[in-house]
């Protein structure tokens, strides 16, 4: 690899962990939103998104046919956004939550386990040992609030959970190698996912909308950035970055999400909360020390 294609990589990954700072914020900003059940919030959060992308696409002089892909990345592309979102949803509403967020947050160990299987990468020592300290620290955080249990629904909450990490783990590998699709794309994929949401609303919640100033501008707020521009520069980031610094750092959504809730006050600090600072920290520069520590081991 050329420096040049080097430097185009790093910036490339900078750009992806972007979408990890807007995620971290999505728990906040869904405890401010009010009661909107969740797949009426996601039609709500995704349709902003999608809306808005349509319209910087066209101010930027760039043609809709952007979004004439074959069926097979509109598959992947709505499958991973929807998919997840549905099966994570799922989950919340089956298993305990703190349970089901922590299975639901193997996806970034799967993804740097899966990225060793891309033509052209490498799966090295430290990126699993970095992707495991990270694991260790978002189970401290999560594993904090309580226990698990199979009473119930349970069980099948767990699996859905299970089934999202996957997902979005897929989703994010086989994107990879869709480095043709152009990111505007997603757009497409953020309307797909908005209707799918909304029939999924239709059938299974009862319409209860945001109530006042400060619900609408937290649901407006998620649109933009954790269910809006996250997508996209997470979409440049897997597809032109290092894909396996992406999957380890993504352990710090689960850690800054925690943080920002124990800020506003929706939550106490606790040794568990100190120790996956530590872990995740640490955990993240092992994963990325060829892309941190290249330029002055040379």
């Keep these: 690899m050329s420096e040049?294609?080097?430097?185009?990589?790093?910036?490339?990954?900078?750009?992806?962990?972007?979408?990890?700072?807007?995620?971290?914020?999505?728990?906040?900003?869904?405890?401010?939103?009010?009661?909107?059940?969740?797949?009426?919030?996601?039609?709500?959060?995704?349709?902003?998104?999608?809306?808005?992308?349509?319209?910087?696409?066209?101010?930027?002089?760039?043609?809709?046919?952007?979004?004439?892909?074959?069926?097979?990345?509109?598959?992947?592309?709505?499958?991973?956004?929807?998919?997840?979102?549905?099966?994570?949803?799922?989950?919340l509403k089956s298993a305990p939550p703190v349970a089901a967020n922590l299975l639901n947050y193997l996806w970034p160990l799967l993804i740097v386990l899966l990225s060793g299987l891309l033509p052209g990468e490498r799966l090295k020592a430290h990126h699993v040992a970095g992707a495991a300290l990270g694991f260790a620290g978002a189970a401290a955080v999560v594993l904090s609030g309580g226990g698990v249990s199979l009473s119930g629904g349970a069980a099948a909450g767990y699996l859905a959970a299970l089934g999202a990490a996957f997902t979005w783990a897929v989703y994010s590998v086989l994107s990879r190698r869709l480095t043709m699709v152009p990111t505007d794309a997603v757009a497409g994929f953020c309307l797909g996912t908005a209707a799918l949401s909304l029939v999924c609303h239709l059938i299974f919640e009862r319409t209860v909308w945001p109530d006042g100033a400060g619900q609408w501008l937290a649901v407006a707020a998620m649109g933009l950035f954790p269910v809006g521009a996250a997508f996209f520069v997470w979409d440049h980031g897997v597809k032109r970055g290092d894909i396996q610094v992406l999957g380890a750092a993504a352990y710090a959504t689960p850690l800054l999400s925690t943080l920002l809730l124990l800020l506003a006050g929706k939550g106490r600090a606790t040794p568990a909360v100190a120790f996956a600072c530590v872990a995740v920290t640490a955990g993240a520069v092992l994963a990325a020390k060829d892309m941190l520590f290249k330029r002055k081991a040379a």
């Design 4 to 91: 040049q294609d080097g430097a185009a990589r790093r910036r490339a990954t900078f750009v992806g962990l972007s979408a990890v700072a807007m995620w971290s914020t999505l728990a906040l900003l869904t405890t401010v939103s009010g009661e909107t059940p969740p797949f009426l919030l996601n039609a709500l959060c995704f349709g902003l998104a999608g809306v808005l992308s349509l319209v910087m696409l066209l101010a930027r002089g760039r043609s809709l046919r952007v979004l004439a892909q074959p069926w097979k990345v509109w598959a992947l592309g709505v499958g991973g956004l929807f998919g997840y979102h549905f099966l994570y949803f799922t989950a």
